[in-house]
């Protein structure tokens, strides 16, 4: 059987997780999956030897940068710090390899090498959303788009944080092999078949920056209490004792979101809980968070990139 060569780079301070994900989908043997070629994973450091992982630990890596030469795909788990440019040494091979032809695809912070490398130039890349505004801070060429799970351009792909680089990997093996065969990889690891890449992070939003003691603070929680009705700004406004001018400016301070954006918000976060843990039909689900079916459906998507039916089958538990 013939390989398709997948170099992973390594160093010091990365997140064991992101390695897991790309080893446990290129890495393991799947014999059973009976496809004419399979992946060769091999894991690469600008300097061989033992690298120190969060959590405490060390993995010892085997390979310089060197196998980044005859790598098919070169995938990217992150960087060591944001902040920090990345080695002269990673970015000469990172552009040595896309110039050759080789795929290469980033998981969460990774995305910064490919922007420090020219990789990301003019296109449109996507990081932990944690990072989004740094990476289009430092590199105003890169179209950073933080509301999506995976980016893929064909020859360099960017995915989100943490759990969005299995389904970026799981993605490069659909493309690869096939729906099938990806499939049958996500049942093994026991996750989602296919997420698409447009589909939002499900990044968690603050409620609210203010002080207990802001004005802001009880008309925030009058709103979650009641998002099954009506809400208007001038009730909110109330409610906080103040006018609806001086409200909505407290209120954009205090959330980063004007009130109905907020709201609107939160009822699709409050529809999405509901989709996870019980069976109501759609318009009842849309019904207890304020919407009508219509809108609930176009705020859903356009929020999560995916209709409630989908996110539904994706997100809710079996059993």
């Known amino acids: 059987m ?10 010091d301070g990365m997140g064991p997780f992101e390695l897991a994900t790309v080893a446990e989908v290129f890495a393991v043997p799947r014999p059973e999956l009976d496809v004419d070629w399979w ?25 310089g940068l060197g196998r980044l030469r005859h790598a098919d795909t070169v995938i990217v788990p992150g960087v060591a710090d944001v902040r920090r440019d990345v080695s002269p040494a990673v970015l000469e091979a990172l552009r040595a390899a896309a110039a050759r032809g080789a795929r290469v695809a980033s998981v969460c912070s990774g995305a910064f090498a490919l922007a420090a490398a020219g990789l990301l130039d003019g296109r449109e890349a996507t990081t932990h959303w944690r990072h989004a505004g740094l990476l289009q801070e430092r590199h105003p060429e890169v179209r950073v788009n933080a509301s999506v799970l995976y980016v893929d ?12 680089g299995i389904d970026a ?8 092999h096939g729906a099938d065969v990806a499939a049958r990889v996500a049942r093994r690891m026991v996750v989602a078949a296919h997420r698409e890449g447009g589909q939002a992070q499900f990044a968690e939003h603050p409620v609210g920056r203010a002080p207990a ?18 809400l208007a700004v001038d009730e909110l406004a109330g409610v906080a004792h103040l006018s609806v001018r001086q409200f909505e400016r407290r209120f954009v301070d205090a959330t980063g979101l004007p009130p109905g954006r907020w709201i609107t918000r939160q009822r699709i976060r409050a529809g999405a809980a509901l989709l996870e843990s019980a069976d109501h ?3 009842v689900v849309a019904s207890r968070v304020g919407l009508t079916v219509a809108g609930f459906r176009r705020h859903f998507r356009e929020a999560m990139g995916v209709s409630p039916s989908t996110y539904r089958r994706q997100f809710r538990p079996a059993g």
Do not use: Q, W
Request: charged residues 20%; hydrophobic residues 40%.
């Open 281 to 283: 039909p759609i318009d």
């Open 169 to 176: 990997c799981l993605h490069l093996v659909r493309k690869d």
């Open 153 to 164: 351009h064909g020859s360099v792909i960017t995915a989100a944080g943490t759990a969005a």
């Open 2 to 11: 013939r390989h398709h060569r997948i170099a992973c780079l390594a160093f």
């Open 213 to 230: 003691d802001d004005p802001v603070v009880s008309a925030v929680r009058f709103a979650l209490e009641n998002l099954h009705r009506r």
């Open 39 to 63: 992946y060769r994973f091999e894991l690469c450091a600008e300097t061989p030897g033992p690298h120190r992982v969060v959590g405490g630990f060390d993995i010892v890596v085997h390979h």
